[in-house]
C-alpha cells in the first residue's frame, strides 16, 4: 500500500509502521499497516494517509492521539523512514 | 520487568517490594472494576494496552517519583485481559518516611498513570454488549 503524502521538495519516500490499538483497530480491520509516505512528511501526513486511505479511516478523529517510537508526540513532529507510529485512542487505564 | 499482569494483582507483595524500617507511612491505592447505577450492569472489563510504550510510561513515573519524593518508593502492577467486577485493575503501593509524600506520590503514579500510559478497557455489559470507554464510550455491540 503506497501512496504520495506530504510535501513534494524530494521525491523521496519513507515506509513507516502505523500500528492501530483498542477501538481503532476494530474500525479499520487491522492492527499494523506499513506504508511509504512522500518526505519530509509529519505526523499529520500519516494521519491525513489513514483517514482518506484505509478503510473506515475516516471515522478517526481528524486529530488522534499519537506516539512515535514510544513518545507521546503532536502534529507537526516530523517522521523518518523506520519509524512506527501508534494511533491511540483516548487512554482508559486505572 | 513489566508492570502489566495478566493474573490477579498481589497487592501484599507489592507491599513487601517498597516495604523498609526507615519508611514509616505507605499508602495503597487499588483501582477496582465498578458495577454501578451509573455504569450499567457491568460483568467484567477487557484490558488491552500498546505494552512497549505503557511499560516505559510506568517506568517514567516512577522515576519522576523519585525525582520529587527522593525518599519514596513506589511499586505497582496493572492488569490486562479480562478483569471481572470487583477484581482490581491497578494498585499502587507508595512508602514514604512521612505520610503526606507517600499520600502524594502515590497520587501523582495514578494520575499520571491515566493521562499517560496507553491502556483501554471495553466494559462487558450483560446480555453480551460491550463498549469503549475513555474521553467517549462507544456501545459497539
Known amino acids: ?94 | 520487568m513489566s508492570y502489566l499482569v495478566h493474573a490477579p494483582i498481589d497487592v501484599a507483595r507489592l507491599n513487601s517490594e517498597v516495604s523498609a524500617a526507615h519508611l514509616g507511612g505507605a499508602t495503597t491505592f487499588i483501582g477496582s472494576v465498578r458495577r454501578s447505577p451509573e455504569d450499567g450492569p457491568v460483568e467484567a472489563i477487557e484490558y488491552t494496552a500498546y505494552q512497549e510504550m505503557a511499560d516505559r510510561e510506568f517506568h517514567r513515573i516512577v522515576a519522576e517519583v523519585s525525582d520529587r519524593w527522593p525518599n519514596t518508593r513506589v511499586a505497582l502492577q496493572h492488569r490486562l485481559g479480562h478483569v471481572p467486577t470487583g477484581e482490581a485493575s491497578m494498585a499502587v503501593v507508595a512508602a514514604s518516611p512521612h505520610r503526606s509524600d507517600a499520600f502524594a506520590a502515590c497520587r501523582y503514579v495514578v494520575e499520571e498513570a491515566k493521562k499517560r500510559v496507553p491502556i483501554w478497557k471495553k466494559e462487558i455489559i450483560e446480555g453480551g454488549t460491550a463498549r469503549w470507554c475513555g474521553n467517549s464510550a462507544e456501545r459497539i455491540g
Do not use: W
Not at chain 1, 523521496?12 to 480491520?29: D, K, P
Not at chain 1, 494517509?49 to 492521539?65: I, M, W
Open chain 1, 1 to 94: 500500500m503506497s501512496r504520495s503524502f506530504g510535501t513534494d521538495s524530494t521525491g523521496s519516500t519513507i515506509s513507516v509502521c502505523l500500528r492501530f490499538f483498542a477501538r481503532y483497530a476494530e474500525v479499520l480491520g487491522t492492527d499494523a499497516v506499513t506504508v511509504e509516505l512522500q518526505a519530509p512528511a509529519t505526523v499529520a501526513h500519516a494521519v491525513s494517509y489513514v483517514r482518506e486511505l484505509l478503510p473506515n479511516g475516516a471515522t478517526l478523529p481528524e486529530k488522534p492521539l499519537v506516539a512515535v517510537n514510544l513518545e507521546h508526540v503532536l502534529p507537526h513532529q516530523s517522521i523518518h523512514d523506520g519509524d512506527e507510529l501508534a494511533f491511540l485512542p483516548p487512554l482508559a487505564g486505572g
